[in-house]
Nanobody, 112 residues
Framework: QVQLVESGGGLVQAGGSLRLSCAAS???????MGWYRQAPGKQRELVAQ???????YYADFVKDRFTISRDNAKNTVYLQMNSLKPEDTAMYYC???????WGQGTQVTVSS
């Protein structure tokens, strides 16, 4: 069973940047990896996805601000977040759809 470990969250001022990392525990071929987020009192929502062929998807609310990338040699996916807004405050989770595996999440808090 693959495990995912996220890191890189924290407290940042509006307009700032953070880079989240998600490391998989096993060297397996992973097709799609994605980032979701969940704010208090809200449903978990898809932020971005990346296939092994580098195809990407971004939710409208993060387009042109966030970038998803991966390092296959390290089994790690990244989420570069720029121009952060207070409404980006949430717990961010890494997800592998093929195995329905979630990470434990990393908290991102953006102050105004």
């Amino acid at each position: 069973q693959v495990q995912l470990v996220e890191s890189g969250g924290g407290l940042v001022q509006a307009g700032g940047s953070l880079r989240l990392s998600c490391a998989a525990s096993t060297s397996i071929f992973i097709n799609v990896m994605g980032w979701y987020r969940q704010a208090p009192g809200k449903q978990r929502e898809l932020v971005a996805q990346l296939t092994n062929f580098r195809a990407t998807y971004y939710a409208d609310f993060v387009k042109d601000r966030f970038t998803i990338s991966r390092d296959n040699a390290k089994n790690t996916v990244y989420l570069q977040m720029n121009s952060l807004k207070p409404e980006d405050t949430a717990m961010y989770y890494c997800y592998i759809p093929s195995s329905r595996t979630w990470g434990q999440g990393t908290q991102v808090t953006v102050s105004s």
